[in-house]
């Protein structure tokens, strides 16, 4: 109960942070115009049928919905070392799982609710069109499943680093490599072949919820990436009280 | 009561601080005294289980502070040297903040945060942004932060760094005030600004405690560093020959002055000032002034901690 209360209160001051200075926003506007953009630009060209559009729209939407993550989530632990405050949480009857939950789930949420205020996209596709919703809400659910484990990657990475910067940029190195082990797959010999397409963070996971379909596997996948990333981020910033 | 044992921690090859041990008892007011570097911050940052230790322990009321249970943080307030403040927070927001995080219930909180800010003299600023206040008053949210959730040991990293005079007079009064209902170590590297409101001193250098006790127990130790101010009507040579009779009195010089005036300086122990009074009256001069030496703690501080003296 403790533990809940502590993370809800880390949370909810790391949320209001985002919403209270310019960061937030711009992130915010920042993705909503590029995906506005690709949908006017890529989902709606040509003649298609409704289904492949909205495909489209989750297709090019999990690309920004990957960066945001990174650009929301290195901040978290990072600014917190450059800013001097760590010593208040840690000095505080906290445990270090506490903090690092705390400050996911902020940019989890962050990320989830920039998410939705996309949804006026594939609305609109009912303008003209027949839209599934088992088809929305699996795309939207993968959606938020790669964002979680991007946030996670994130929240790694600003565990890791001494400033913003450097977390962004070990987070987009980590996004990267996950992103390109599909390709190692393809070059390499069984059994890392199989190993390296079922850690590929996109291709094999995600292209399912793009076509409404809910696998299982992919969902256990993200979750389990989630998991494995906030555990590793915990023991790094338990491993600063070292230092 | 804080029991410390043979604390050491190492940044990589590096000793910060060496074997120390201590003890404060409750409600005892303690100074940390030491140079920059001297390992103050490291066991401040131990003792509030910010930082682990390579060896030794630290308890607390019996309870070690590494294992550091939730029960345990909510007894300790801890100021780092660096004030811990989210400038896009409002004053009353973060210790709102601070004092639920440390385990006050919402329908208590706001009743802390509004005695700490009238403790801290802080009410007028509740509403104030923390990124556009003044350091005297970002140093005294420190403190407040320190303080909303009625810890009963407070570990205070140097909490008059960077204040003006007026403000520094203010600290000393907090923590006056703080004397009877709670246990505070605070650090410093002022002698004279702790020895005015601390039962005690610690003194570390280069990570080593190398002297604990009073004001006046550790001047006895170094033999009495301390020297009196006489200024007295008539000969210099009188005065000098005056003060040098008096036991105690290790060395005398002329600072200045004319034949109506003389300014002198005994190397004495401020106590022998009667002594010394009754000296120069002796030897028929008029006694104008006498004075304890400004340089006394200065000198005291510098000779415990291995700085230079000038």
């Known amino acids: 109960m403790t533990a809940a209360r502590n993370v ?7 949320l209001l942070a985002m919403v209270g200075t310019m960061t937030g926003w711009v992130i915010l506007a920042a993705v909503l115009a590029v995906d506005g953009l690709l949908f006017n630009g890529f989902a709606l060209e040509g003649i298609r049928r409704s289904a492949d559009v909205l495909t489209r729209f989750f297709y090019f939407s999990s690309g920004t919905t990957m960066v945001a993550a990174i650009f929301i989530s290195m901040r978290l632990l990072a600014e917190e070392r450059q800013a001097g405050t760590l010593p208040l ?51 939207y659910l993968g959606l938020f499943l790669l964002g979680s484990a991007c946030v996670a990657v994130g929240t790694f990475a600003s565990a890791l680093a001494r400033t ?29 072949a199989g ?49 | 009561m804080i029991q410390v044992d043979g604390l050491t921690k190492y940044y990589g090859a590096r000793a910060a601080i ?14 940390f005294l030491g140079l920059n570097g001297a390992g103050k911050t490291t066991t401040l940052k131990i003792l509030a289980a910010v930082l682990l230790p390579s060896s030794g322990t630290v308890r607390i009321d019996g309870m070690d502070v590494a294992q550091a249970p939730r029960s345990l943080k909510q007894r300790i307030g801890y100021l780092p040297e660096e004030a811990p403040l989210y400038d896009e927070m409002t004053v009353g927001e973060y210790l709102r903040f601070v004092a639920e995080l440390h385990g006050v219930s919402a329908a208590r909180a706001s009743a802390a945060v509004e005695a700490v800010e009238e403790r801290t003299d802080l009410r007028s600023a509740h509403a104030e942004l923390l990124g556009s206040l003044s350091h005297g008053y970002r140093q005294r949210v420190g403190v407040a932060q320190a303080l909303v959730h009625g810890p009963s ?58 002297a604990q006790g009073t004001e006046h127990e550790l001047e006895q130790r170094l033999g009495g560093s301390g020297s009196v101010v006489v200024e007295v009507r008539g000969s210099a040579a009188a005065a000098e020959s005056a003060l040098r009779g008096v036991e105690g009195v290790r060395c005398v010089t002329v600072v200045s002055g004319d034949e109506d005036r003389v300014e002198l300086r005994a190397d004495a122990p401020e106590a022998l000032r009667p002594a010394i009074a009754r000296a120069v009256l002796a030897a028929g001069l008029d006694l104008l002034r006498l004075d304890v030496g400004q340089d006394r703690l200065e000198s005291l501080f510098l000779r415990l901690t291995g700085g230079t003296e000038a």
């Open chain 1, 89 to 139: 949480l840690y000095a505080s009857p906290v445990q270090d799982v506490e903090i690092v939950l705390g400050k996911f789930f902020a940019g989890f949420l962050f990320l989830c609710g920039l998410t939705l205020l996309t949804a006026y996209m594939p609305l609109l596709i009912l303008v003209h069109g027949k839209v599934s919703a088992g088809h929305l809400a699996a795309g």
């Open chain 1, 164 to 192: 913003q910067i450097v977390a962004g940029i070990v987070g987009g190195a980590l996004l990267v490599a996950l992103l390109v082990t599909w390709q190692l797959s393809r070059v390499a010999e069984p059994p890392f």
């Open chain 2, 153 to 210: 040991i407070l570990l205070l990293d140097e909490p008059s760094k960077g204040l003006d005079p007026a403000q520094i007079i203010e600290m000393r009064t907090l923590l006056r005030s703080l004397r009877t209902t709670h246990t505070v170590l605070v650090s410093s590297h002022i002698l004279p600004e702790i020895a005015q409101t601390c039962d005690r001193l610690l003194v570390i250098r280069d990570g080593e405690l190398v």
């Open chain 1, 195 to 243: 190993l390296f397409a079922a850690l590929a963070l996109h291709n094999l996971h995600f292209v399912p919820f793009e076509s409404g379909v809910i696998h299982l596997r992919d969902v256990a996948y993200y979750l389990l990436m989630t998991w494995v990333l906030l555990f590793a981020a915990t023991r790094v910033v338990e491993a600063r009280r070292w230092r």
């Open chain 2, 18 to 31: 060496r074997d120390l041990s201590f003890r404060i008892s409750s409600g005892e007011v303690v100074g």
């Open chain 1, 8 to 14: 809800v209160l880390i949370a909810r001051r790391e």
